[in-house]
């Protein structure tokens, strides 16, 4: 299994509320993705890195915003959550340069819930 | 724009039965990949195909990357309950991201 770390597990948070979720990895991997995912459907891309000081913008429109101020550190954040925000997060990174696509590794996941 | 499609989205099987997910892109691929995901945990990556025509084994597992290079299978050959999850086939796409596929819920009655 690879180092890639994912905080909360788990969160029940109430509307309006601001959130941010942590992930870390500890392989020196340049690039980090945040995907959402409702149980048992397709990965959507939200968010990526190619590294320090480097995001984008997924396939998926997000109310959420990232940052990279390090490496290992790829944090999303929810300015002011509401219930359509209910699903899994789910980090990831890979190894490579901007245009190359090695195999993603992926943390456990958050499951955040909007009440 | 770039598409992954993947068939079929659920897979009902006995245990000891084979079972086969299909996965098709609207491009040429530089590279498949294929990971597994079980139920409440998260993608797994299992395996990279590079070359036209290539075939890979796992133990049971067995994935093939087409001619062409636009599609791909993952055949599990008698299947067992430890083979449960979501299969998803994922290509390279601009930027250097991954194009996952919808995947393929896998259960195995015993």
């Known amino acids: 299994e690879a180092d890639i770390y994912q905080t909360p597990r788990y969160l029940v948070i109430g509307t309006g509320k601001k959130i941010t979720l942590e992930c870390s990895q500890t392989?020196?991997?340049?690039?980090m993705y945040w995907y959402q995912q409702d149980p048992g459907m397709e990965l959507h891309l939200i968010h990526y890195s190619y590294g320090v000081n480097s995001t984008e913008k997924g396939d998926l429109s997000s109310e959420s915003t990232v940052s990279r101020i390090r490496t290992e550190h790829f944090p999303l954040t929810l300015e002011s959550a509401r219930p359509s925000h209910t699903s899994q997060y789910l980090c990831?990174?890979?190894?490579?340069?901007?245009?190359?696509?090695?195999?993603?590794?992926f943390g456990p996941g958050t499951r955040l819930t909007v009440t | 724009g770039q598409q992954v499609m993947q068939i079929p989205q659920y897979q009902h099987v006995q245990e000891g039965e084979d079972f086969t997910t299909y996965c098709n892109s609207s491009t040429t691929l530089s590279n498949i990949q294929w990971y597994k995901q079980r139920p409440g945990g998260h993608p797994v990556f299992l395996i990279q195909l590079v070359k036209s025509g290539e075939v890979k084994k796992q133990k049971r597992l067995t994935f093939q990357f087409g001619e062409a290079k636009k599609n791909s299978s993952l055949h599990i050959t008698a299947t067992q309950t430890t083979d449960v999850g979501t299969y998803f086939c994922a290509g390279p796409a601009q930027g250097g991201k991954l194009i996952f596929g919808q995947g393929t819920e896998l259960s195995v009655k015993p």
């Open positions: 392989m020196g991997h340049d690039k």
């Open positions: 990831a990174s890979s190894r490579g340069t901007t245009g190359s696509a090695y195999e993603q590794y």
